[in-house]
């Protein structure tokens, strides 16, 4: 699920040629780490606001707060926030992780 005003970059602009201004930067001027896919996996909630940086993974159930910048990849079932985006808490205990799983393979 995502909330309004999410943004996904998954690349960048060069800023490394000494005497180029940015605005004069082509796409063979850009480094090979300048690109990065983003990957978002399932039962994921992405707030409002929230903006995605390159080469980030969002991994299974994770929750991502209104408003925040994640620079950096998750990890599952936990719950993120802020600027820079960090993990806040788990978002079950070990058991009910367990449990949702077991409940979530019955479905399938």
Sequence with gaps: ???PNVTIRGGNHGSHIVGKYMFDYVNADKLETDDQDVFIEDDVWVGTNVT???GVTIRKGTIIA???VVAKSTEEYAVYGGVPARKLKPRFTDEE???HKDLLNLKN
């Design 52 to 54: 995605i940086l390159k």
């Design 97 to 99: 992780l367990t449990q």
């Design 1 to 3: 699920m995502f909330g």
């Design 66 to 68: 209104a408003g925040s």
